[in-house]
């Protein structure tokens, strides 16, 4: 059976530093390319980042890039996502998920990497509510 248990700080204060971990247990992540995903209320799930260890592409969506970093630990078969200098518009439910499709982050035409789209992710985390506050 796979199963993702993710952990963090929920609750934090405007330019607060949270880090989320996302521990798998059933699957590997090295295996495969591995997402973060984030939902706010009344929006649509977006892509975050995703990370591969298969060519350690890394990818943060342009909303995060600067504050977020995704990172991976194969020995712990754990993917982190530290986040910095949150605003209280990064409050959303934040999920990791493994795409099961690629063993890497995407590429465009350009060969620039970029996060799949949320439907090719066939596992996902429980979800951690991050809420940003003043």
């Known amino acids: 059976e796979v199963q993702f248990v993710e952990s963090g700080r929920g609750d934090v204060q405007v330019g607060g530093s949270p880090r989320l971990s996302c521990t798998a247990s059933?699957?590997?992540?090295?295996?495969?390319?591995i997402g973060w995903f984030r939902q706010a209320p009344g929006k649509e799930r977006e892509g975050v980042s995703c990370v591969s260890a298969s060519d350690g592409s890394l990818v943060n969506a342009d909303s995060v890039k600067g504050r977020f970093t995704i990172a991976i630990d194969n020995a712990l078969n754990t993917v982190y996502l530290q986040m910095n200098s949150l605003p209280p518009e990064d409050t959303a439910v934040y999920y990791c998920?493994?795409?099961?499709?690629?063993?890497?982050?995407?590429?465009?035409?350009?060969?620039?990497?970029?996060?799949?789209?949320?439907?090719?992710?066939?596992?996902w985390g429980q979800g951690t509510q991050v809420t940003v506050s003043s």
């Open positions: 998920a493994a795409n099961l499709l690629r063993r890497r982050c995407a590429r465009d035409f350009s060969g620039d990497y970029y996060n799949p789209r949320a439907h090719e992710y066939a596992y």
């Open positions: 059933g699957l590997t992540f090295k295996d495969y390319a």
